[in-house]
Nanobody, 124 residues
Framework: QLPLVESGGGLVQPGGSLRLSCAASGFTLDGYIIGWFRQAPGKEREGVSYISSGSPNPYYADSVKGRFTISRDNAQNTVYLQMNSLKPEDTAVYYC?????????????????WGQGTRVSVSS
């Protein structure tokens, strides 16, 4: 599978906001669980959030709960990650990918391949 394409990253001050986008070409995101992952410098990649096609209950890691919101626009074939109240510890390269299940998300087992990601830097 081709990688999904992430965009929307940038440099922002603590407390600021960014909205990341995850788009696909060649296949429809609807029907797939789409996850957002991040990798901070010197750290392993971690799952941040995922959204299922039918479930109203997205998952958020404790570190982002209450600050990040994941959503999907099937008409645009895009999944978004709205990030508010950003902290320096949110600094990382953010990736999105399709996963087969909740368990696969937590294992980092993705159906698509890893893309280039989008870099988020939170600094004053």
């Amino acid at each position: 599978q081709l990688p999904l394409v992430e965009s929307g990253g940038g440099l922002v001050q603590p407390g600021g906001s960014l909205r990341l986008s995850c788009a696909a070409s060649g296949f429809t995101l609807d029907g797939y669980i789409i996850g957002w992952f991040r990798q901070a410098p010197g750290k392993e990649r971690e799952g941040v959030s995922y959204i299922s096609s039918g479930s109203p209950n997205p998952y958020y890691a404790d570190s982002v709960k209450g600050r990040f919101t994941i959503s999907r626009d099937n008409a645009q074939n895009t999944v978004y990650l709205q990030m508010n109240s950003l902290k320096p510890e949110d600094t990382a390269v953010y990736y999105c990918a399709a996963v087969r299940s909740r368990a696969a998300f937590f294992r980092g087992e993705i159906m698509t391949s890893w893309g280039q990601g989008t870099r988020v830097s939170v600094s004053s």
